[in-house]
């Protein structure tokens, strides 16, 4: 076990706070655009999807394949906002993309408990010359999640006061 208890609690946590107050927005709340980067919050929400998966495939990737790790960073160079697009999270049904979302997140909080202590300093090569540990990586998961969250906060609160 490498220890990541506390940050697989604070995910499971966020999901529970969060499932219920997502499940119960109006549809218009959740397809109007609004924050910096033109997403709406089901976009917002498949994007976190896509964040879960794909760290889920870097933690696997980093605890056996070849290092440093070559894997696609999904988010660089606006490819996130290909991967948003592909999949037209605007389209999807809102119940199966808030549970695929909490699913995601909840397997990615068991995944990181049970990452061998031994690989924690197995590096991916996440941008050129940019090298990220598996520590770091899985550490600086909960803040990106609570951005984005955060930015669907915002984005209730905005359109409340309209």
């Known amino acids: 076990?490498?220890?990541?208890?506390?940050?697989?609690?604070?995910?499971?946590?966020?999901?529970?706070?969060?499932?219920?107050?997502?499940?119960?927005l109006p549809e218009e709340m959740i397809t109007q655009r609004r924050n910096s980067q033109n997403r709406n919050?089901?976009?917002?929400?498949?994007?976190?999807?896509?964040?879960?998966?794909?760290?889920t495939h870097r933690v696997?990737?980093?605890?056996?394949?070849?290092?440093?790790?070559r894997f696609p960073n999904y988010a660089t160079?606006?490819?996130n906002d290909r991967w948003i697009a592909i999949q037209n999270y605007h389209e999807e049904n809102w119940e199966t993309l808030v549970?695929?979302?909490?699913?995601?997140?909840?397997?990615?909080a068991h995944v990181i408990q049970n990452i061998n202590p031994e690989m924690l300093q197995n590096e991916w090569l996440a941008?050129?010359?940019?090298?990220?540990?598996?520590?770091?990586?899985?550490e600086g998961f909960v803040p990106h999640f609570k951005l984005h969250l955060e930015e669907v906060e915002k984005l209730l609160t905005t359109l409340h006061t309209e």
């Not at 919050?41 to 760290?55: E, P, T």
């Not at 696997?60 to 790790?69: A, G, I, K």
């Not at 941008?127 to 540990?133: F, N, P, Q, Y």
């Open 127 to 138: 941008d050129v010359g940019e090298k990220l540990t598996l520590k770091k990586m899985v």
């Open 99 to 108: 549970q695929h979302w909490k699913f995601s997140m909840l397997h990615f």
């Open 1 to 24: 076990m490498a220890g990541f208890e506390d940050i697989s609690k604070e995910i499971t946590a966020l999901v529970s706070e969060w499932e219920g107050k997502l499940l119960s």
């Open 77 to 79: 160079y606006g490819n």
């Open 41 to 55: 919050i089901k976009q917002i929400v498949g994007h976190l999807v896509d964040s879960a998966s794909n760290n």
């Open 60 to 69: 696997v990737h980093l605890q056996y394949r070849e290092l440093p790790l």
